[in-house]
């Protein structure tokens, strides 16, 4: 009797447990709307329709912005934006098709080597990065930046080749993907990754001997994750707040001006809560630790998406860092070398504060203001949404390594480091 209730019992809990997992969001008939009109209409517009649903709404900038609206809402918001004289295009007839095509088959992911034509979980991502340290094992390596709510590493690849005098490189750290949905980040980072480990190109090789890389794809691996099963447009982490209500932005959790501009005192907001106090998750608060243990930190670079921007410290303010015209000298170059593969153009550089939105809490402005690194970015890559084309990850990707080219190649110029390799 008792082994049958065992049983009776270890049946519901993983009946229980499997339903759940199969609560994919769809998002079935749901549309995307690229939006145009007067920045107050777009506040206004962005309101009425939050009030309604927990409406995905993301502005790029002043002008203009993107909205994700429910099939049921869809005649509500024609309506109203008609109202406030805001212009709709129809960028997505149905959002759910395009989230389909973005991952590999079954088949194919058992079967073909990582690649750069379709998005991968973090698993696979975290595969490639092991898998390629034993392809070169005596010059780069697994590296642990931190911890994760539900209990993975931050995991990334240190790349150093061997100086002949044993000298000490300056350090290149790229943080990517602490926004979960924003995929084209992490994709374009293993592809810069697979750059500096195999092209033969003599730029590429002497910027990968230039310096000692630290290169994240992913810094919130449980949000990318919950992204890639269970909700394509989850940015925040995955912590539970004391409300029961789930994740903080990663980007609005670091300890510099935490919880000023653009943020949430609200657990329960989608897209934006500070978190309950700075450095409340677990993610920032051991990758903030492993950066700061960092000697010879040079550049610290974020990839984000989407809106083409190049933005420099700080976000929360316009005042200017004292090497701002160099930060702004060195971001042109870094352009004016993408444009050599892409024709779309980026704004900026200018202070995040200036080109886009006044926001705390934000990577860039505590590894600027708390441990003074020289040389600061985010990029926010191109498209119009988080869907970039899998078959498009390789444009993104050169034109991301020609970027980082760029700017190392002018910060040398400008003597922020020195270097014998020829
Ligand atoms: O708001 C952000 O954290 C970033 N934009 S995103 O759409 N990818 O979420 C911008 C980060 C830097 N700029 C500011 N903090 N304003
Ligand atoms: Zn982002």
Redesign the pocket.
């Known amino acids: 009797m008792i082994t049958k209730l065992f049983v009776i019992f270890i049946f519901f809990f993983i009946d229980f447990s499997s339903s759940k997992k199969l609560e994919y969001k769809k998002y079935n008939n749901y549309k995307y709307y690229d939006i145009k009109g007067d920045e107050r209409a777009l506040e206004h517009l962005k309101i009425l329709m939050q009030e309604k649903d927990d409406t995905l709404f993301y502005s790029s900038n002043r002008k203009s912005a993107q909205i994700l609206v429910a099939p049921e809402l869809n005649s509500v918001f024609l309506e109203i934006a008609k109202n406030d004289k805001v212009n709709t295009t129809l960028v997505y007839d149905d959002v759910s098709e395009v989230i389909r095509s973005e991952k590999p088959t079954i088949s194919r992911r058992k079967n073909k080597r990582f690649s750069w034509d379709t998005y991968y979980d973090i698993d696979d991502i975290y595969k490639y990065l092991s898998d390629v340290s034993r392809t070169y094992p005596l010059w780069t390596e697994v590296i642990v930046g931190g911890m994760t709510y539900e209990g993975r590493q931050i995991r990334g690849l240190r790349i150093n080749t061997p100086t002949e005098e044993g000298v000490e490189k300056p350090v290149f750290f790229i943080e990517s993907g602490?926004?979960a949905r924003?995929w084209i980040?992490p994709a374009t980072t293993t592809y810069f990754i697979n750059q500096l480990l195999t092209s033969s190109n003599r730029n590429v090789t002497r910027l990968r001997d230039q310096f000692d890389w630290r290169i994240f794809p992913t810094v919130n691996p449980d949000g990318y994750h919950y992204s890639y099963v269970f909700d394509r447009y989850w940015?925040k982490t995955r912590s539970i707040s004391s409300n029961g209500c789930i994740g903080a932005d990663p980007?609005r959790n670091w300890d510099y001006n935490w919880g000023q501009y653009s943020t949430s005192n609200n657990p329960c907001d989608y897209q934006v809560y500070a978190g309950s106090r700075p450095f409340s998750e677990i993610e920032t608060k051991t990758l903030s630790s492993y950066i700061s243990e960092i000697d010879n930190l040079l550049f610290y670079v974020a990839f984000?998406?989407y809106a083409s921007l190049l933005l420099v410290p700080y976000s929360d303010s316009t005042e200017h860092v004292h090497n701002y015209e160099d930060l702004v000298q060195i971001g042109k170059v870094s352009l004016d070398y993408g444009y050599r593969v892409n024709t779309e153009k980026y704004s900026g550089p200018g202070t995040a504060a200036e080109t886009l939105y006044k926001a705390s809490g934000g990577s860039m402005d505590w590894v600027r203001y708390a441990l003074n690194t020289p040389l600061v970015y985010t990029y926010?890559l191109r498209g119009s949404s988080f869907h970039w084309p899998p078959e498009k990850i390789p444009e993104q990707g050169e034109e991301v390594t020609q970027m980082i080219l760029g700017l190392a190649t002018e910060a040398e110029n400008l003597g922020y480091y020195y270097s014998d390799i020829a």
């Open positions: 602490i926004h924003e980040a940015r980007n984000h998406s926010e």
